[in-house]
């Protein structure tokens, strides 16, 4: 299997190196893409400079200008297929998500998953130190999700994830419109109602220790409005029903 890491970008100078670095380590030779959004602190030119001292197997796709989540990893993914990986993986640039976990959640791929989330909420998952106010704010989030949507899914909102190839094909990119925590549940969702096989692998997250979260309550509020739409849309307006190809 040939996977594809995207690492969206935006500020993470003081990261973005150390990342490269155990990304390669936990599985040698993964191919990377970084798609900055035109950070002013330099972050593509260190992502550049690392892969001309490593061997190459790097590459950076610079936008102009800071324009999300989902639309980093739409415009990661449109690539990614384009040039014949097998698994596109979504991981986080801040270190909040170990690239140690990267082997299991291809694993999961390669042994027939279309989805493999990288989970907090399944045995063997964790949330160190977070403090218990914010992991039910998550837990609650998750839940209203995975019932409004009939997700079998726990952790709908994580963003540490390995797709099938094929499957991401099947879905169209140019439909899913949702940032942050809601590009996570509508992805999980399209790859639901197309049938796929959705596997959570345990992860540990842990927040970042250097830089600046890119988060906000407007994301939050965005997810909650677009998960009400999206339930209300499709069982009760179009009475739920599986898709079967893009």
């Known amino acids: 299997m040939k996977p594809l890491v995207i690492l969206p970008t935006y500020n993470e100078a003081e990261n973005i190196v150390e990342v490269l670095e155990r990304a390669r380590e936990a599985v040698p030779g993964i191919d990377i893409l970084?798609?900055?959004?035109?950070?002013?602190?330099?972050?593509?030119?260190?992502?550049?400079?690392?892969?001309?001292?490593?061997?190459?197997?790097?590459?950076?796709?610079?936008?102009?200008?800071?324009?999300?989540?989902?639309?980093a990893y739409r415009a990661g993914f449109a690539q990614g297929l384009e040039r014949g990986f097998d698994a596109l993986i979504e991981m986080d640039s801040d270190l909040s998500h170990d690239p140690a976990a990267l082997p299991s959640l291809i694993s999961a791929v390669e042994r027939g998953a279309d989805l493999a989330i990288g989970s907090r909420y399944v045995p063997g998952g964790a949330i160190p130190d977070w403090p218990k106010h914010r992991e039910w704010l998550s837990r609650g989030g998750n839940r209203y999700a995975a019932?409004?949507?009939?997700?079998?899914?726990?952790?709908?909102?994580?963003?540490?994830?390995?797709?099938?190839?094929?499957?991401?094909?099947?879905i169209p990119l140019g439909s899913v419109t949702a940032d942050g925590y809601g590009f996570q549940i509508e992805m999980a969702y399209n790859v639901a109602r197309r049938g796929g096989r959705i596997v959570e692998v345990p992860i540990s997250f842990t927040d970042r220790v250097r830089g600046t979260s890119k988060m906000s309550g407007r994301i939050v509020v965005e997810a909650l409005t677009l998960v009400t739409w999206w339930g209300l849309r499709d069982r009760v307006i179009h009475r739920r029903r599986p898709l079967v190809d893009a």
């Open 147 to 170: 019932s409004l949507l009939g997700l079998k899914v726990r952790d709908a909102t994580a963003g540490f994830r390995c797709y099938a190839a094929p499957m991401l094909a099947r």
């Open 34 to 71: 970084v798609v900055d959004d035109g950070s002013p602190d330099g972050t593509a030119d260190l992502a550049e400079r690392w892969a001309a001292e490593n061997g190459g197997g790097l590459s950076v796709l610079r936008r102009g200008a800071k324009a999300g989540l989902g639309s």
